[in-house]
């Protein structure tokens, strides 16, 4: 009875690993200033000057932009702490030391996919904040939040895409890599500039790309949409979803056997 008291004292809390792993890779990317600092304020920056300064005289064009500037903000730290923090994991064999730890792997995961939400969220309400009090944006209490909630789990599909470079890009290509993806990808998808301005083969090509889905989801919100349906976006960000997860299963499994 004793060493069966004794064992559970030893045996740790999932949920504390959880925690203990979450808190630790915030506070790591909060002191690492090429992470957050440009995470946190490019949006918001892009919203300010083409959002805000530049369409003063737009009615529209400020609410459309803060929620398509919502969902390029929250791509990036998807891509960069899983594309980018994987891959200098790897670099530097953190990711081999976790690997062989008691750790579940599965922690490993949640603390980045808490990390993207914690500075996905903070970006959102940067951007609410910027919308309405310098642009008069106006909606109702629920229009705010589902925005809110749809830009943060939309992010879920580009943590996959981030794991999937992550464990295929070597440390010192990944962020000029992420980047090459990252920007093009938001121009492409309508986030810089309304999709309509766009030629006919571009707005064909922007189709294809997840970014462009998640926004005209968030933007049937305030109905400003090109009018798709709504489950053509959402089975799109689904099959982006399944495809890479199992691009990084087969790149994971890859990097084991070696």
């Known amino acids: ?33 090429g992470f957050s600092v440009p995470t946190l304020l490019f949006p918001v920056m892009f ?10 005289n737009a009615a529209t064009m400020p609410t459309y932009l803060m929620v398509t500037y919502g969902v390029f903000g929250v791509i990036g730290p998807a891509l960069f702490s899983f594309g980018v ?17 008691p750790m579940p792997a599965s922690a490993y995961i949640f603390a980045r996919i808490v990390l993207t939400f914690l500075f996905s969220l903070a970006i959102v309400m940067l951007l609410f904040f910027m919308g309405a009090v310098f642009a008069d944006v106006e909606l109702l209490r629920s229009q705010w939040l589902l925005i809110a909630l749809i830009l943060l789990l939309g992010s879920l599909p580009f943590c996959v895409i981030g794991m999937t470079l992550g464990l295929f890009l070597k440390s010192s290509s990944a962020p ?8 093009p990808m938001g121009f492409l998808s309508g986030l810089w500039i309304p999709i309509t301005l766009f030629p006919d083969v ?30 053509l976006h959402i089975g799109v960000l689904l099959t982006y979803t399944i495809v890479f997860i199992i691009l990084a299963n087969r790149a994971y499994n890859k990097k084991d056997k070696k």
């Open 85 to 101: 923090g994987i891959a200098v994991d790897r670099g530097q064999g953190w990711f081999d030391i976790k690997e062989v730890s």
């Open 202 to 231: 571009m707005q064909l090509i922007a189709n294809f790309l997840p970014p462009y889905h998640l926004a005209q989801i968030a933007l049937k919100v305030i109905d400003m949409d090109v009018g798709a349906n709504l489950w």
């Open 1 to 33: 009875m004793q060493i069966s008291t004794h064992q559970n004292i030893l045996k740790p809390s999932l949920w504390k690993i959880y925690f203990l792993e979450s808190k630790t890779e915030t506070l790591r990317m909060l002191r690492t200033p």
């Open 47 to 56: 919203y300010t000057f083409f959002g805000i300064i530049f369409t003063m």
């Open 176 to 183: 000029a890599t992420v980047n090459l993806i990252y920007l």
